[in-house]
T-cell receptor
Framework: DGGITQSPKYLFRKEGQNVTLSCEQN?????MYWYRQDPGQGLRLIYY???????QKGDIAEGYSVSREKKESFPLTVTSAQKNPTAFYLC?????????????FGEGSRLTVL | GEDVEQSLFLSVREGDSSVINCTYT??????LYWYKQEPGAGLQLLTY?????DMKQDQRLTVLLNKKDKHLSLRIADTQTGDSAIYFC?????????????FGAGTRLFVKA
């Protein structure tokens, strides 16, 4: 079955450490996205990539970095510069050829900074 | 600016209808979506409506779109305890260079047995 796999599901980090969240998809989608979800707030876009080897900042990119070396993979690094990193992180993909434009989501990764 | 607003909580009794409302700001939005999120999970697309439609029905789900008022609603008939989740309204908004999806804060639906 095609889908998006995020790992780890739960991650604990000490302040000052960088962590990398994995996102892998086998949907053959060109576009991939990272969102952050906080209680009572909508999803906020961190970074997105329309194609391999290219990515753009979203609305809240500060303190985060990404890479897109393969179509299937779009890892997100939460750096020590991110002031409030505790959140639920969601990876999504989209098929640009689908006119309906809906997003397909992974199951999410919950990051807690101790 | 772009914004999607929806109330944060809704509580209904099992068997009743649920109506979740949403307002959006981008009048040029082509598609509007409803996503469902169960606890600790990602979002799943429930349904969508194209901007030239007023209504879309899919089994227990009815989506109504009022473009004049930029108002979208999702009605769930015969609500079940399994419908308890967070429901996100979203619009596909155009910007220089393409499209982006703008999400509301989500409405948490509680279904009482």
């Amino acid at each position: 079955d095609g889908g998006i796999t995020q790992s780890p599901k739960y991650l604990f980090r000490k302040e000052g450490q960088n962590v990398t969240l994995s996102c892998e998809q086998n949907l053959n989608h060109d576009a991939m996205y990272w969102y952050r979800q906080d209680p009572g707030q909508g999803l906020r876009l961190i970074y997105y990539s329309q194609i391999v080897n290219d990515f753009q900042k979203g609305d809240i990119a500060e303190g985060y970095s990404v890479s897109r070396e393969k179509k299937e993979s779009f890892p997100l690094t939460v750096t020590s510069a991110q002031k409030n990193p505790t959140a639920f992180y969601l990876c999504a993909s989209r098929d640009p050829l689908r006119v309906t434009g809906e997003l397909f989501f992974g199951e999410g990764s919950r990051l807690t900074v101790l | 600016g772009e914004d999607v607003e929806q109330s944060l909580f809704l509580s209904v009794r099992e068997g009743d209808s649920s109506v979740i409302n949403c307002t959006y700001t981008d009048s040029s939005s082509t598609y509007l979506y409803w996503y469902k999120q169960e606890p600790g999970a990602g979002l799943q697309l429930l349904t969508y409506i194209f901007s030239n439609m007023d209504m879309k029905q899919d089994q227990r789900l009815t989506v109504l779109l009022n473009k004049k008022d930029k108002h979208l609603s999702l009605r769930i008939a015969d609500t079940q305890t399994g419908d308890s989740a967070i429901y996100f309204c979203a619009e596909r908004s155009s910007y220089t260079g393409g499209f982006k999806t703008i999400f509301g804060a989500g409405t948490r639906l509680f279904v009482k047995a």
